[in-house]
Structure formats: C-alpha cells, structure tokens
C-alpha cells in the first residue's frame, strides 16, 4: 500500500513516533526517522528496524531550527531520492506544572519545539506535494489542546495552536490535494506519562469508557487510516483518540 512514499516521523526513537515508524514501515513505506535527545537511542531504533529488512534511514537534531530541517530535508532526498509524501509531525515536549511556576524560558521552549518544529516541517515539504498534486500531512496533538488542562496550560496551549493550524492548512492545501489532519491523544502508555503514579493512572481509567488507556499502536493505526485512500476526503479534522473520555 505504501511502497512508494516515503514517510517523514518527528519524534520517532521512542513512543508514539517509534510505533507510527513501524507501522508505515511494514507497509513497505521508506521511512525517516528523527530525535533531538538522544542520539543512541535513536540508532538502537535505526538497527531494530534494518534488521527487519524496513526501508528506513535516520536523522538527529533539533527540528525547532529552521536550518536544521533544511539539512534534514536534504538528507531525505539523498537517500530516498525524493521529498516526503506523507509527514507526521509527532515531535515535542510537555510539562507538568503550576502557571505560576512555568518560567517565560520553559514557556518559550515548550511553545518552539511544539510548534516550530511542526512548522518547519511543513513548510519545507509542502512545496514538492504541490508539485505533485499530492501529500498528507499530520500533526499529533493532545485532548488538552481541545480542552485545556490544570497545571499543563503552556503543553495546551501549544497543542491547541497545532489544532488551528491543523485547519487553517488543511483549508490552503485542500485544492492541491493536500489533505492535513491531526490526532488528538488522550492517554498513551509512553515515557511521557511515566510521570504519573498508578494511583494517579487508575483514577484516570475509571473516567475513560472503554477502561483502558491507549496504546502507541492505537495511534499509529490512526495514523496509517488517515494517509490511505480511505480517507481520501478526510481534511482539516481534528480526530479525537482517547478511549471516549471526551
């Protein structure tokens, strides 16, 4: 279904990203990987899916810096021959915090790798889906961007602007055959909410329907539905993944 795309996934060493990776790359799909953090973890990754005999290459550095990205999309072309045809904008941090404690330096980080880095992404691999009359963007967002959350205003903030600009594309790019959508999560078993207890955890199930938080594979299901020909007149939506809780 995917042999001749080649798939950009931020944030993709671990998680959500790292299962989205995968899914697209057992497809048949050529893959780029990319993290920010942690560059072992990131080849460990790399060697994991060549092992498995996937189409897959890497890249390491910050995606909030333009030029960055510039260097990442040029690394693309040389190894896959061509520019992204489906994107997946899955990078970034969060923060668990009082308002009061959130520092104009911690807001000012949360907002340019939540945002920029989605941003610069687009902007580079827009212009060759155009050329072709053809791409899918998608941009991993969260239930708190929909809704706010205590104690995570600067984290909803910036996945509430990532919804905004999910719908705002999706409208400029519709008459290209661009279609951008977005995946707004509610509780995923990753490292970003280790954070939190089981206790804490357990209080969280008893309020979601199907009694269970989600999985990284939920998402990269999502995400493989959304880039197919099944959704082919799906754009500008923001679809919710969070068990019913919402």
Known sequence: MYQNEIVLVTGSSRGIGKAIALAFAQKGAKVMLSAA???????????????????????????STYSVVETLFNHIKAEFGNMPS???????ISYVGLFTDTTPELWNKIMTINLNSAYN???????????????????????????????????????????????????????????????????????????????????????????????????????LFLASEEASYMTGQVITLDGGLL
């Open 37 to 63: 953090t942690n560059k072992d973890r990131l080849l460990t990754t790399y060697h994991e899916f060549l092992s498995k005999g996937y189409q897959v290459s890497y890249f390491f550095g910050d995606l």
């Open 86 to 92: 489906i994107i997946i904008n899955n990078a970034g």
């Open 121 to 223: 992404c687009s902007y580079l691999g827009v212009p060759s889906m155009i050329n072709r009359h053809k791409g899918t963007i998608i941009n991993i967002t969260s239930i708190w961007g929909n809704v706010g959350a205590p104690c995570e205003v600067a984290y909803s903030t910036s996945k509430a602007a990532i919804n905004g600009f999910t719908k705002a594309l999706a409208k400029e790019l519709g008459p290209s055959n661009i279609r951008v959508n977005a995946i707004a999560c509610g509780w995923i078993d990753t490292d970003m909410t280790s954070c939190y207890t089981e206790e804490e955890k357990e209080a969280f199930v008893e309020e979601i329907p199907l009694c269970r938080t989600g999985k990284p594979e939920d998402v990269a299901k999502t995400c």
